[in-house]
């Protein structure tokens, strides 16, 4: 069993940043690939990044790839998504994903989500 939350959310305007970080618990050791993942109101999640737990490997959508990066620290177990350049299309709710040992094909655990509102 995994537990996800995710923190750092909030209002910011075009251009600017913001840090996301999402800590993870429970059986951390089987988490194999931590990715981020976001939904606009009225819109399909979709998927923004993602970084091996072990080797650090990171993958990022086309629509992020320069502006956002993905980061861990797994001694502390913590994900997180820097991101700059900011556009109002990212407005969204933000969730942390894991895959894990257990379910390695997709993934199995969730965040309860954190919103990203970037205005004009």
């Known amino acids: 069993q995994v537990q996800l939350v995710e923190s750092g959310g909030g209002l910011v305007q075009a251009g600017g940043s913001l840090r996301l970080s999402c800590a993870a618990s429970g059986r951390t050791y089987s988490i194999n690939v931590m990715g981020w993942f976001r939904q606009a109101p009225g819109k399909e999640r979709v998927f923004v990044g993602s970084?091996?737990?072990?080797?650090?490997?990171?993958n990022y959508a086309d629509s992020v790839k320069g502006r956002f990066t993905i980061s861990r620290d797994n001694a502390k177990n913590m994900v997180y998504l820097q991101m700059d350049s900011l556009k109002p299309e990212d407005t969204a709710v933000y969730y942390c994903?894991?895959?894990?040992?257990?379910?390695?094909?997709?993934?199995?655990?969730w965040g309860q989500g954190t919103q990203v509102t970037v205005s004009s």
């Open positions: 970084i091996s737990w072990s080797g650090g490997r990171t």
């Open positions: 994903a894991a895959k894990t040992v257990e379910y390695p094909i997709n993934y199995g655990y």
